[in-house]
């Protein structure tokens, strides 16, 4: 009866002591959404367990925390603390940084998922013809708004609150195409697979492309992002969301048919195969950190000569708080098909050897 008692109270202090291990364990969340064709790298890394085996491999796990149209915003759910790291439109958030939303970006995921139209008849060709004109986007803090100013300033078109030559108005995403068709606008900024299906659908005329325009084609619209507490907190959790992400970028990269049909068939996105796969292969999805700081540097400084951020902002302190390097993060990583390997791509970039053709 003694060694049956003894091993009672040893098997309940092993449990125990396993509980207690167990609810310590770290936990990073993560965000997603569906229904967003460009978060493929996002639900690759969720599907193919790439979040689970690189916090795994540091004793950690991973939760999702997904963003429901409709509900709260991305930004509300990051400075609510119910989310740790994730993925999206950097330039839609550049306002709020400033504003003190406590997040950090850590490396570029993607390029060119946001594309301006006009209608077939319309008179503009180019950016440098939209003075005077009205033009519709997803928001107003939208990125589709701050790659558009950029490029607008470079025209010489202005876009500051004392010197303002164009007109945003803001539409839900599905109601962009219908107000161009109307001529409610006379251009509009959509991000895929929206634009892609308007241009299809109304026979609309492309004029700007981010993923193929001079000004943006070394540009990342979509990067990854941690948060201050998770960076005080678990710097190796940041680390480790980081490199799955770069590596779930580089498989969308080789393989867009197979991310693809991932989303479908786990109901992230809708739509039909072929197609989606045809614009995931046209993105590009090479990960990289020193281009996607070289991206964030560039939009503050434009942005702040804009009048978006303020004149007062320390620009220097707000890139270098803004984007930072995390120790064990390479600067991206390559997808090998055939061997079914990642390989870490190291050093600083300036441009990229852009495999892919990409329509105009």
Same mark, same amino acid.
């Given at each position: ?34 229904? /967003? ?70 490396? &570029?995921?993607?390029? &060119? ?76 900024? !959509? ?18 492309? /981010? ?28 680390? #480790?969301? /980081? ?10 990269? !080789? ?43 560039? #939009? ?40 079914? /390997? ?19």
């Amino acid at each position: 009866m003694k060694k049956v008692f003894t091993a009672i109270v040893f098997a309940a202090i092993v449990f125990t002591g396993c509980e207690k291990k167990s609810s310590s364990q770290k936990v990073v969340r993560i965000n997603f959404q569906t229904g /967003t064709l460009c978060a493929a790298p996002v639900h690759v890394a969720m599907k193919m367990g790439l979040f689970d085996e690189e916090l795994a491999a540091i004793g950690q796990k991973a939760e999702y925390v997904q963003v429901v149209e409709g509900g709260a915003t991305l930004a509300e759910m990051i400075a609510s603390g119910k989310v740790d790291a994730g993925y999206g439109l950097y330039a839609t958030q550049l306002q709020a940084m400033e504003n003190g939303l406590p997040i950090s970006y850590t490396s &570029g995921i993607h390029v &060119g998922c946001t594309k301006y139209y006009v209608r077939a008849d319309s008179n503009i060709y180019s950016a440098k013809d939209l003075r005077g004109k009205k033009i519709g986007v997803p928001g107003l803090a939208d990125s589709s708004v701050m790659n558009l100013k950029r490029k607008l300033m470079d025209e010489g078109i202005g876009v500051t609150a004392d010197n303002n030559e164009v007109e945003f108005l803001a539409y839900a995403s599905s109601d962009l195409a219908i107000a161009l068709n109307n001529g409610a606008v006379d251009v509009i900024g !959509a991000h895929d697979p929206v634009a892609t299906k308007g241009e299809r659908a109304y026979k609309f005329r492309k004029i700007l492309d /981010t993923g193929i325009d001079e000004k943006f084609v070394n540009e990342y619209c979509c990067q990854q992002f941690v948060t201050h507490k998770l960076l005080k907190e678990n710097p190796e959790g940041a680390a #480790a969301v /980081t490199r799955a992400l770069q590596k779930a970028s580089a498989f969308v990269e !080789a393989e867009p048919r197979i991310a693809a049909q991932l989303q479908i068939e786990n109901n992230l996105v809708a739509g039909d195969l072929d197609f989606n796969a045809e614009l995931l292969d046209e993105l590009n999805f090479i990960p990289s950190r020193s281009l996607g700081k070289k991206t964030f540097d560039s #939009a503050a400084r434009q942005l702040q000569e804009a009048g978006i951020l303020k004149k007062t902002t320390d620009i220097e302190k707000f890139i270098a708080q803004g984007y930072i390097e995390l120790f064990g993060v390479p600067d991206g990583y390559s997808y090998d098909s055939a061997t079914q /390997t990642y390989k870490e791509i190291n050093g600083t970039r300036t441009s990229f050897n852009l495999k892919k053709y990409r329509r105009k």
